[in-house]
């Protein structure tokens, strides 16, 4: 959908997720689409300072802004990026939501009586409080531990087998962006810079941030992520998203 139909769901969660069985396949369905919308490609672009060759003829094209974005979603699923600030939506953030699913998943069905149980460690449905488990959980051991002795022992081997690998990959990119100085943090300077006509020092936060952005890229993408799940692609390499 996000590469050919050129939408994004904007609410992945569990209960937009159903599958049916077709022989000895299942396949998964991705429902209520009432959140979604059009990729813009240039805005996403821009955000990533790779715009086409017309936005660069343009004024002061590499301060992004932020007017009017506003975004729902489920805060059990959300992505920490739009969940703790705002940024375009973009297709790595849905990849980041189907990662959460996951793991409410197999922490919280039991397959012998067919339920969903709750659990003392994700806190209330407040987004910043979901964010802040939900770095702690990329970012500690001992949360990370702590979790799996919460999978039921039928998804023990699921667990073990994705989430690590995983969460290695939503642990770094959140490393990437956040580490000092913050891609926020270079968008923030970069503004003043320009405010103030700095030329020296637009272009060297510009090449700080592109490398930034760069280096996020190269670890989460459809490609890693697919990689990381033993799972063949179905859209072609050429396409980074």
């Not at 489920?74 to 996951?102: K, N």
């Not at 810079?193 to 020092?201: K, L, Q, R, S």
């Amino acid at each position: 959908m996000a590469e050919v139909a050129n939408y994004l769901h904007g609410d992945i969660s569990r209960n937009n997720l159903m599958f049916y069985r077709q022989g000895d396949n299942v396949v998964g369905v991705l429902c209520d689409w009432d959140a979604a919308h059009v990729r813009d490609r240039v805005d996403e672009a821009v955000y990533e300072l790779d715009p086409p060759e017309h936005i660069f003829q343009t004024t002061n094209w590499w301060i992004y802004d932020y007017k009017g974005k506003r975004y729902t979603g489920t805060p059990a699923y959300m992505d920490i990026e739009r969940q703790t600030g705002m940024a375009p939506h973009r297709y790595e953030h849905d990849l980041e939501s189907f990662f959460w699913v996951l793991l409410d998943f197999l922490k919280h069905f039991d397959p012998e009586d067919e339920l969903f149980h709750s659990d003392p460690l994700t806190g209330s449905w407040d987004h910043e409080d979901r964010a802040v488990w939900k770095v702690q959980f990329l970012t500690d051991n001992m949360t990370f531990a702590r979790l799996r002795t919460y999978v039921h022992d039928t998804f023990q081997e699921v667990f073990d087998d994705w989430v690590p690998k995983l969460r290695a990959i939503f642990c770094q990119s959140f490393h990437i962006r956040t580490t000092h100085p913050s891609e926020t943090t270079l968008r923030e300077i970069l503004e003043a810079a320009t405010a103030a006509n700095d030329g020296e020092a637009q272009y060297d936060i510009c090449k700080k941030l592109e490398a930034k952005i760069q280096k996020r890229r190269a670890v989460l993408s459809y490609q890693t992520v697919m990689r990381a799940l033993g799972a063949a692609l179905d859209v072609s390499s050429r396409n980074p998203m």
